[in-house]
């Protein structure tokens, strides 16, 4: 008589396989376990399955300055090409390096960030402009500028395992949205490609946009003014306004995410309060209580304090980004199209 014997049972899918195992990964596991267990205290129903995620410097690489503040330097080079009279603004010769500051810079060391005035000036020329004139800049601008360190595409910088968590959490019915203080019509235009996160589930700063009609074509307008920013405080304003719900998980990596992880931290069912440190200068960069982008001071000490899980790049992450692992594209993570 034949004997049959029954194949091994298949072993289960790493869903993180660029996290190395340790305390950061096994409480992701173990908060969605709880949150999709019916019956389990934590679980979560499926409408309330909400997870916001800050965006530079927990999904990308915000060093040595913002990517926004980037686009913002070279939107400025370009314009005062064709509105000299940009260049009579001090802030706007300043940037560009014109009055003998280093802000235009393109080396590693140079540190832009646009002030009150610059931000003024950038949004008083692209007033008059539509939202989708305003996405293809953003785009094109993409499209051809390069990271001083990595030479690449700062899309190409998005953290692999920061995408894996994101699809992890996707396949488990959570909801997913950016909570970031950047402007919401700068990552709008590319975040689904990129994140696999459609773009009307992000939340950012916002300018006062107006409709009209131009040759009986409905349009929404921008102008100067700004009307909301999403940071600090902001951020849980922001989620109310926009989402309507409290998160059960959010990630960020700076104090101006802290007040984020306070709020997904006043919820009673499973929770996941997340920081990614900056702690890997070799495959990325070192940098938290000084530093003049991504500051993250305060929130350190509350996670520590509260118990949040603290991811460190050097330690957790077998990667950093998709292109370390040779992949031709978002590997387990966001879209291409």
Known sequence: MAVAFAAPAPAPQDPLPSWNDGPAKQSIIAFVASATTPGDTGYIPLAERVAVFDNDGTLWTEQP?????AFIRDRLRALALEHPELLENPAVRSALGQDGGNGGGDDESSHFEPSAELLSALAAVHAGWTVEQFGRAVL????????????????DLVYQPMLELIRYLQENGFRTWIVSGGGADFMRPWVDSVYGIPR???????????YELRDTVPVLIRTPRIEFIDDEEGKPVG???????????????????RQMLEYTDGGTRARLMLLVHHDDCEREYCYDRESAVGRLDTALDEAQARGWT????????????????????RNSGGRRR
């Open 65 to 69: 300055m913002y990517v926004q503040s």
């Open 200 to 210: 009307e589930q992000v939340v950012g700063s916002t300018i006062v946009v107006r």
């Open 140 to 155: 094109d601008w993409l499209a051809t500028a390069r990271h001083p360190r990595f030479h690449r595409p700062y899309t």
């Open 239 to 257: 989620i109310h306004r926009s989402i309507g719900r409290r998160p059960a998980a959010a990630a960020g990596n700076s104090d101006g995410d």
């Open 310 to 329: 603290i991811v460190s790049m050097k330690r957790d992450w077998k990667v950093i980004y998709p292109f370390e692992r040779g992949s031709a594209g």
